[in-house]
C-alpha cells in the first residue's frame, strides 16, 4: 500500500483489514475494470441511513419530510465534494489517462462518488457501526439546520410538479432528436 492510501487511512480513522477495498474504493472506471461503482452504490446507501439516524437524534422534533429535505441537502454532491476535499481523497484516486489529463482528480462528481465509495469500502470491512461513526465523524463540522432549503430539481421535474399540484394536464415533452 502506498503512503498517499495510508495517510487516507489515518484521516479517514479506520485502519482496512481487506486493503483491496480501499484500493478499489479510490479507482475510477477511467482507470481499472475493477472499480469503485458498486462501492458507491452500497456507500450511498449506508450515507443515506447513517444521515438519516444522525438527523433523528440531532432534529429530534422536525417532521419526517424536513428530515427528508435535510437529508437530501446534506448528502448532495456539493456537501460531498466538500468533505472529500477535506480528507484530501484526490491525491488517491486512481484515474485513466484522459480523466487525468481534464482534471479528473478535482471534479466534484468524481470525488463526490469516491467518498461514497470509501463509506461502502469502510462498511463491508468493518461493518456498520463503524461506517456509521465514520460519517458522523465527517458531518461533525458540516452545519445542519432545520430550514435548509431542498436541492434543487432540474425545470421540468420542478414544472411538472407544480402542475400535478394544481390538478393540471401534465406536459408530454418530447426529447429533440
Known amino acids: ?61 422536525l417532521p419526517e419530510g424536513d428530515l427528508s429535505r435535510v437529508r437530501a441537502n446534506l448528502v448532495k454532491q456539493e456537501t460531498l465534494h466538500q468533505l472529500a476535499l ?10 485513466g489517462e484522459g480523466e487525468l489529463k481534464s482534471g479528473g482528480q478535482r471534479r466534484p462528481s468524481i470525488l463526490a462518488d469516491a467518498l461514497e465509495a470509501l463509506i461502502g469500502a469502510v462498511f463491508l470491512d468493518a461493518g456498520y457501526d463503524v461506517a456509521e461513526q465514520l460519517v458522523h465523524g465527517l458531518f461533525q463540522n458540516v452545519a445542519i439546520n432545520p430550514q435548509m432549503q431542498a436541492a434543487s430539481k ?12 394544481r390538478k393540471l394536464e401534465i406536459l408530454k415533452v418530447k426529447a429533440r432528436g
Not at 18 to 37: G, M, P, Q
Not at 43 to 51: E, H, K, Q, T
Open 1 to 61: 500500500m502506498n503512503d498517499a492510501l495510508s495517510q487516507l487511512q489515518v484521516r479517514l480513522q479506520h485502519s482496512f483489514k481487506d486493503a483491496s477495498l480501499l484500493e478499489r474504493a479510490v479507482t475510477h472506471r477511467s482507470y481499472s475494470a475493477d472499480h469503485n461503482e458498486r462501492l458507491e452504490f452500497l456507500g450511498d446507501s449506508v450515507l443515506n441511513l447513517a444521515v438519516a439516524h444522525l438527523l433523528y437524534k440531532q432534529l429530534s422534533d
Open 86 to 95: 477535506s480528507l484530501q481523497i484526490s491525491s488517491c484516486l486512481k484515474l
Open 154 to 165: 432540474d425545470p421540468k421535474t420542478e414544472l411538472q410538479e407544480w402542475l400535478q399540484g
